[in-house]
């Protein structure tokens, strides 16, 4: 007799289980055992862990939970129990890494990250990493104030985001090779996407989203800009979350654009961003993915509650103007482009544009008439012999997705969807243009001076007296 699968309930036994987990104390402490469990028992999850706390070299690790913190010269008993400990050894070598842990909505403490990173400053720790769900700065430190002086402590922050896509992305590679430790992982990534764990939040807008975007159908951003302030910090987040989410889909090393300035000083993405929506009504972020013919851009007005999806890329630069022009149109005219896709030519001549939308370009099926129907700036005026396209702007536009309640989790699944159909699209299917290789320039010919040997007088030479 044999066990038929569907009367067994369903209940298959996993390695890390979820059920009853009853308050926010017990799920960081299942979160924090079961995290420190994998990097001890997944090698290469460990390595990738600790390779990004700094420490290049490979050995023994070894991980260890509720540490209590000995009280510090002058101090009459400790002060703090951080989550947990890593320990790699190597020969002589010992390398060591504090580790504080927080699940859901929990934020890091800025006392309690203090009071830590001071005792392992003082006592030669290695390394201090902190876990939340809230993204790391873009020096890759915790959203938290980090004292510079301790430099000899290097301070790491790892979202929960973060874990989780660089696992999978390790699976998705097939660089597990152990099954039984592939397996391990896989059950850890089960464990944290499931809601009953209680670890991962879910990419969100913030508590003001709603008041902001009621602001902007008002016509006043500037009235709410403190709350606008909070909506940045959370949609920055999402955009550090979709590369890394992007990064696992495509393995491919996608990262947000920032400019030199931003990245030396974190604060000021959240200020040129702040600056931006209240200019000009719009939440952007840009993305870098390797080998594309531009950067992915996405946009929220949140005047129109619309998401623009676009990417700028370089016209050919030889070639008459319809070749120049039918290489963009090319391949986005047989593939499934959205029909409301809107193709722009800007121009070299200055402030002159001309635009139209796949579904009008696809009303014919000339290729030449598809071509001369972007001859035509946005006035109907007719473009000079002489204009030569610059760049080509593909723009997509979507309404804003809605939300759920008070969730604004929903706007954001929402977006980074529109986000994967418009890369697979539209900046998936475009290559950088790439100018003819020079040739190299055949010498010409010329009349032989010497007669051939054919055409040489075979007649002896006449002998001299």
Request: one cysteine or more.
């Amino acid at each position: 007799m044999t066990i038929d699968e569907s009367s067994l309930g369903g209940k298959e036994v996993r390695l890390f289980p979820s059920h009853n987990i009853n308050n926010k104390e017990e799920a960081e402490i299942r979160a924090t055992a079961s995290l420190l469990a994998v990097l001890r028992a997944v090698s290469e999850f460990g390595r990738a862990i600790v390779k990004k706390a700094g420490n290049p070299t490979s050995g023994n690790l070894r991980c260890y939970s509720e540490f209590t913190l000995p009280a510090l010269p002058g101090e009459k008993d400790s002060k703090g129990r951080p989550d947990g400990v890593l320990r790699v050894t190597r020969g002589q070598k010992d390398w060591q890494a504090l580790v504080e842990v927080k699940v859901g909505s929990e934020n890091l403490v800025q006392e309690q990250f203090d009071r830590y990173h001071a005792w392992a400053c003082e006592k030669g720790v290695n390394a201090f990493i902190t876990i939340s769900n809230q993204s790391a700065q873009a020096n890759g430190h915790p959203p938290l104030n980090v004292d510079m002086r301790r430099k000899a402590v290097t301070v790491v922050h790892l979202s929960w985001e973060w874990l989780l896509r660089r696992a999978e992305l390790l699976i998705r590679l097939g660089e597990v090779k152990d099954q039984d430790q592939r397996w391990i992982l896989e059950e850890w990534i089960r464990y944290l996407l499931d809601p009953r764990s209680k670890i991962v939040r879910f990419p969100d807008l913030g508590d003001h989203w709603n008041h902001v975007l009621k602001c902007a159908h008002e016509g006043d951003l500037a009235i709410c800009k403190n709350h606008l302030q909070d909506v940045v910090i959370y949609w920055d987040a999402f955009i550090r979350t979709a590369a890394l989410r992007l990064q696992v889909k495509l393995e491919a090393n996608v990262e947000q654009k920032m400019s030199k300035a931003e990245q030396k000083d974190p604060a000021l993405i959240f200020k040129n961003l702040h600056d931006m929506a209240i200019k000009d009504g719009t939440l952007q972020g840009v993305l870098k993915i390797p080998d594309t013919a531009g950067d992915l851009t996405v946009a929220v007005l949140l005047h129109a509650k619309t998401v623009r999806y676009s990417i700028d890329v370089a016209a050919p630069t030889e070639g008459r103007i319809a070749t120049r022009i039918n290489w963009i149109l090319k391949p986005l005219l047989s593939h499934n482009v959205p029909e409301d896709l809107l193709v722009k030519v800007c121009w070299k001549q200055k402030n002159l544009l001309s635009q139209k939308s796949i579904g009008e370009l696809k009303k014919h099926v000339d290729p030449k008439e598809q071509v001369e129907k972007l001859m035509w700036d946005v006035n109907e005026q007719r473009l000079s012999a002489d204009a030569l396209p610059k760049s080509f702007s593909l723009v997509w536009t979507i309404p804003l997705p809605k939300c759920k309640g008070s969730s604004s989790v929903p706007v954001l699944e929402g977006i980074f969807k529109g986000m994967e159909v418009f890369y697979e699209n539209v900046v998936g299917i475009l290559k950088p243009y790439l100018p003819k290789a020079p040739q190299l320039q055949k010498e010409e010919s010329t009349p032989e001076t010497n007669p051939s040997p054919s055409q040489e007088n075979t007649e002896p030479h006449p002998v001299t007296e």
